[in-house]
């Protein structure tokens, strides 16, 4: 592997990629709190957490990216005719271009992830809707018998 490379993958692909894996934990996390911590189900509510919480996800990986290809914009030699810099700087963008291919795939595994977490979590809120239901139904049958006992 050429110092370009390794120069790429120490400078920007590693630590997004230790960013995203740290930013998809305290998402799921996050996630994971606000549905289980919350006694009164509002699906509405949880549903916009959700929302927002991926959504902020999604703009600070974004951001991200975005730096890192100003980065790399930033290292453009500013002599054209200096043959051997704009030949370094032509290496250093095959070099970003495979390297950014690489933090995509990334990208979309953990967005898949987030997705999953998401796919999760909503079921998580229509089962306990579910089970609310029911239990009222339950509830609503016991208190129908108990008044048909005590009218006999």
């Known amino acids: 592997m050429s110092d370009t490379a390794t120069d790429f993958i120490d400078t920007y692909q590693t630590p997004l990629c230790t960013y995203l894996q740290t930013q998809t934990d305290e998402l799921e996390k996050t996630l ?4 289980t911590q ?10 916009q957490r959700v929302e927002l919480e991926s959504n902020l996800f999604i703009k600070n990986v974004t951001n991200r990216l975005h730096h890192i290809r100003d980065e790399i914009k930033a290292r453009r030699p500013t002599d054209a005719n200096d043959t051997e810099a704009m030949n370094a700087y032509r290496h250093f963008l095959g070099i970003s271009a495979t390297g ?7 990208f979309e595994r953990i967005i898949n992830r987030v997705k999953e977490i998401t796919e999760q979590i909503i079921e998580w809120i229509q089962n306990q809707v579910e089970r609310v239901v029911s239990f009222a139904q339950d509830i609503h049958e016991l208190f129908r018998s108990v ?3 005590l009218t006999l």
């Open 32 to 35: 994971t709190d606000v549905t």
């Open 38 to 47: 919350n006694d009164t189900i509002n699906t509405e509510e949880l549903e």
């Open 100 to 106: 950014m291919t690489h933090i995509n795939e990334w």
């Open 147 to 149: 008044w048909e006992i």
